[in-house]
């Protein structure tokens, strides 16, 4: 399996500028955001290939990830996402070689625990979810939250892996662990947004 996952470090003390009120009101803020889909999200559209909605006071930051076929954060917010998308032909053969893999999963299920492992290997203290078994749309997912530290940061993960077919995508949110509560349902809206564009083909 090629490991397009590169550790992400999450800068936990962000430049702020005092000019952008909106933003350091936004750093004492606790409670959900409550982002309404029709209002607060703009509508990704990536080489033709899928869809994505991402929240609108999100930018493009390619820079995030080499491998990353959609990449968007706010600094102020501390949050982004990203989606990584491989080609489910060059996994099938060494998947079952990687620590995570068990015989009675179904593939997204295996593909996404190896993926917590490469993850967590490079955080502090690291706390897994078990993966959920899902449909978003008609594709099979598996949905898993992710926490530990990147340089004594607390930093957490939600990982959403959808099985396409020929290629397999993971939507990964990340921000720091203080604000799960926050971004909760904004990565739950973001995941369960996405939509294939290409026809299925097993």
């Keep these: 399996m090629k490991q397009k996952f590169i550790p992400l470090v ?25 982002l309404s889909l029709k209002k607060d999200f703009t ?12 929240p609108k006071y999100m930018k493009e930051d390619k820079s995030l990830h080499p491998d990353a076929s959609l990449a968007y954060k706010h600094e102020v917010k501390e949050v982004a996402v990203l989606v990584i998308d ?12 990687l620590d995570g893999y068990t015989d009675s999963a179904s593939f997204i299920e295996n593909y996404a625990k190896v993926q917590m492992n490469m993850i967590s290997a490079n955080l502090g ?14 594709l099979d997912a598996a949905q898993v939250w992710l926490e530990g530290q990147i340089e004594e940061a607390p930093v957490v993960y939600f990982l ?28 739950r809206k973001i995941a369960d947004s996405f939509l294939l564009i290409s026809p299925v083909i097993d």
């Design 160 to 187: 959403s892996c959808v099985d396409a077919g020929e290629k397999v995508y993971m939507v990964m949110s990340y921000t720091s662990k203080e604000k799960k509560t926050k971004f909760e349902d904004t990565f």
């Design 10 to 34: 999450l800068i936990a003390l962000l430049f702020v500028s005092c000019s952008d009120s909106r933003g350091l009101l936004d750093l004492f803020s606790k409670g959900p955001e409550n």
């Design 43 to 54: 509508l990704l559209e990536v080489e033709g290939d899928y869809s994505l909605l991402v």
């Design 125 to 138: 203290f690291p706390e897994m979810g078990e993966p959920v078994l899902k449909k978003i749309g008609e």
């Design 86 to 97: 491989e080609n489910k032909s060059e996994l099938i053969g060494s998947l079952a070689l």
